[in-house]
């Protein structure tokens, strides 16, 4: 059993930041990837950004310039640093982690609002 858990989430004006974090635990150690999906309201789950275990990130294109993604040594934990945040930022935001199968946390709420 793996669990992923987020913390960070929370209520921010726009143009503040945020960092979100995910930590994993139980049966596997490592992962091969790691990152953050969100899904707003009514709208599909989409990628925000991934890291591999040999440093190759990805941004989905709204987060281009706004957003890192970084990983620690062991690659079982995933930060996201949001900057400039927007209200169209405002989703659950998923942790994922990849091994021989793809896990997912229970999701944080960011809610950016003035």
């Known amino acids: 059993q793996v669990q992923l858990v987020e913390s960070g989430g929370g209520l921010v004006q726009p143009g503040g930041s945020l960092r979100l974090s995910c930590t994993s635990s139980g049966s596997i150690y490592s992962f091969r990837a790691m990152g953050w999906y969100r899904q707003p309201v009514e709208k599909e789950r989409e990628l925000v950004a991934r890291?591999?275990?040999?440093?190759?990130?990805t941004f989905g294109d709204s987060v281009k310039g706004r957003f890192s993604i970084s990983a620690n040594s062991a690659m079982n934990a995933v930060f996201l640093q949001m900057n400039d945040l927007r209200p169209e930022d405002t989703a659950v935001y998923y942790c994922?982690?990849?091994?021989?199968?793809?896990?997912w946390g229970q999701g944080t709420q960011v809610t950016v609002s003035s």
């Open positions: 890291i591999t275990e040999g440093g190759t990130t």
């Open positions: 994922t982690a990849l091994a021989a199968d793809n896990y």
